[in-house]
């Protein structure tokens, strides 16, 4: 993916948690809202991180959230 | 002494974690009150004492400090009490210095507690007053955004970003708007979620959102809220003996950047995730293509 094609990116993959480029899988500080932005305003990705690569996302409220498969993830603040 | 690419890479682990729900306000609570909580719950998930946690890492002074929060927390083992202040970036940099104090071998739990009140009580006036006035002399703002009408207000400067990115790719509206379409559908199942209970949104619903700093809306603006995430970190020799599957850290990148985006004598932003996803990268010995899945600071 070169700079700047991020609105091709968009109209051509699907961010979901269920799609092929699985991106802010809780939803992120969007949807979460944004805790201290202090600090703990980064703590979500993590957490989410976490709760994805241990498998946990599958049982985390009615249905889920996991990335099937997930090995591999990373997350930035 | 010449330092390894590998330096930490599969050396810690993540083995338990506590959350609060994330709500708009919480009045009568407390930044230390939720922080506990949290710390807590994080503890129980990982099975094991408050006597275990050797490290307490927090935002630090000012803020959540780390000695009194241990104090108030009754964590009585405590050796290192570090406080992380590199405002957005602190999560990461406390966990990079979680895991760094544990693989040499100094710490063997480390509790990460983080989080705030929003008590609008507590918060009165005269430190909303005070919080607008640093806000309005935040270093950047009087010659990055300043001369271009900007000062103090939501989403300040990104709007700019977002119009230049608008008119130098052919980047759209309904693009980027997609973005918080998607992550408002990943989270209709999170039960600590703010906006789960709010129903999934539209590209149309997003667009026709008011106006929170052109041509960005409320629907891709975050919103303020109350609420603490805790996590336990140990070593990786120590890390299977927990209730859940440990989560191994396999390589970590901090870098301070800029105060402000408008600060980087760059045309264009480039974010400080660009020079420390390339440090965990090479620490990791994996690449942008072998991740599953991205959780990305919005």
Known sequence: ?77 | MATSSKTLRGKTAIVGYGETPHVRNWPGRTDYGLCAEAGAMAIQDAGIEPTDIDCLVTLGAGQQPPGPLAHYMGLTNVKWALGSTMAGSSAGAAFAAAGSLLASGLVKYVLGTFGGARDTGILGEGQRMEARTVAADSPGTEFGRGPYGVTVAANDGYGHMYTRHMHEFGTTREQLAKIAVNQRFNTLNVPRSFFASHGPITVDDVLGARYTNYPITLLQSVMPVAGAISWVMTRADLAKSHPHPPVYVLGVGVREHSPQPDMQQTRWVEPGVKYTSRLAYEMAGYGPNDMDFANFYD
């Open chain 1, 1 to 77: 993916m070169r700079k700047g094609d991020i609105g091709p990116f968009m109209d051509s993959n699907d961010t979901t948690y269920k799609g092929n480029h699985p991106t802010n899988t809780n939803g992120g500080q969007l949807s979460m809202g944004q805790l201290n932005p202090g600090g703990a305003s980064g703590c979500q990705q993590i957490l989410e991180t976490v709760r994805q690569l241990s498998g946990r996302a599958a049982t985390d409220g009615e249905g889920g959230h996991q990335v099937e498969g997930a090995k591999l993830g990373i997350w930035n603040t």
